[in-house]
């Protein structure tokens, strides 16, 4: 192939190629600094003499399916002036670097997304445990990371309904910090214990959703004043109460206006101004002819309006206004919530200062699936760990 086209392949204007050698394994190209000279480091003059030239071997992605090996001449030089000699060094490059940076996020985004590791091996002219080193290792996949400031907490199921592990993120950096097994007070205050005090001192903000065990074992390690609760969880909960309304009326209509009701679900949720002219005439022929329905839509949307406050003396207060009206309804699902919110009112409170939710949490709970799935079960623990960990953090 001619050398021109194989500097447009490569697309390293640094270098430019000086042989190549196409064996049966892979491809070797030989490439050399375009510049002739250098910049002595102690002197400052310009040196044009090379005293001698020393090859290094860095791995590169494919060229027509031949894996590639690069032989960089690095060129040492003598200075005219004070006699140093200074090896020239390269931009693109660093000194201890034995593969390209594209070579290596190609790898280990294909083995993410679930080829082989053995067609992968093949493919780049690697071994098999290079690819998973990349992958798990050099992505600190394997390695701990320390607690920050704001983390959530959240249980995914290894098998589900029957065994449950806990992931827990760090909200600022966006990133998992560790997943282990068990979901129960007692496996998770012993992960917290482990971790050295200073990092539990940095900890302010714990987001969790309305988890007993996860609570109780927030509450040992880090005490009464880091728990907030999920917005979405709080939410979830009027949304179901809404949805015990919706039945119980629909069991008092005939099946055409029960599944008309039905389609009619998810504009109850939206606040007048998204809903064009027919739907807020149909909402308000339900709410009008079901005073159950119109009071329990009032109350949920009042509860998501309630998120948007600013100030935390008059979301508290009117926090426990929406409470006292939940409670004094006569409704069976209403005052469910009302009991709900008011056992759990100092976390849900929370939120207005800190402004943190799990949503970052329930992503990767959904990334943990898919790796799940894609990987048909993952039976060892700590292989999973290094995937989950390499999966969703950052390199």
């Known amino acids: 192939m001619d050398f021109h086209c194989l500097e447009a392949l490569l697309g390293l204007p640094e270098f430019r190629v000086i042989a190549q050698v196409c064996g049966p394994q892979q491809l070797d190209l030989h490439l050399q600094r375009r510049d002739e000279h250098i910049v002595c480091p102690r002197c400052q003059a310009c040196c044009s003499r090379v005293k001698e030239s020393r090859p290094r071997c860095i791995r590169d992605l494919p060229i027509l399916e031949h894996p590639v090996m690069l032989w960089l001449h690095m060129r040492r030089f003598q200075c005219a002036d004070c006699r140093h000699r200074p090896w020239e060094t390269s931009e693109t490059f660093g000194a201890q670097v034995q593969w390209t940076e594209r070579l290596y996020s190609r790898v280990r985004e294909e083995f993410l997304q679930g080829c082989p590791c053995r067609e992968l091996a093949r493919r780049y ?13 050099r992505s600190r996949g394997g390695r701990p990371r320390k607690l920050g400031r704001a983390i959530g907490i959240d249980e995914y199921a ?3 309904g029957h065994r449950y592990n806990t992931v827990i993120v760090d909200l600022d950096k966006g990133q998992p910090i560790a997943t282990f097994k068990g979901r129960g007070a007692d496996e998770v205050m012993a992960w917290f214990m482990s971790r050295p005090q200073d990092e539990r001192d940095r ?9 007993k065990p ?5 509450k040992a390690v880090f005490g009464d004043k880091v728990h907030v609760i999920d917005r979405f969880h709080v939410v979830q909960q009027a949304v179901s109460a809404l949805d015990a309304v919706l039945r119980s009326v629909q069991k008092q209509l005939d099946q055409a206006e029960a599944k008309e009701l039905k389609k009619l679900r998810k504009r109850w949720l939206k606040s007048a101004d ?6 807020l005439i149909a909402r308000y022929e339900w709410r009008r002819r079901f005073p159950e329905l119109r009071e329990m839509i009032d109350w949920v949307q009042d509860l998501r309006r309630w998120f948007d406050r600013k100030y935390d003396k008059p979301a508290r207060e009117a926090l426990l206004k929406l409470i006292e009206r939940a409670s004094q309804s006569a409704q069976e699902p209403l005052q469910r919530v009302a009991g709900t919110l008011s056992r759990w009112f100092e976390p849900i409170v929370r939120y207005i200062r800190h402004r943190y939710t799990n949503g970052m949490t329930e992503g990767f709970n959904n990334k943990i699936k898919l790796i799940q799935r894609m990987a048909y079960g993952l039976r060892n623990e700590h292989n999973r760990r290094k995937r989950i960990l390499a999966w969703c953090g950052a390199p």
């Open 158 to 160: 290894r098998c589900k």
């Open 214 to 218: 996860f609570f109780a074992a927030v």
């Open 125 to 137: 002219g690697l071994s098999k445990r290079t690819v998973f080193r990349w992958t798990f290792e």
């Open 274 to 279: 998204q809903l064009n002219v027919d739907e």
């Open 203 to 211: 900890v302010e903000v714990v987001v969790l959703d309305m988890s």
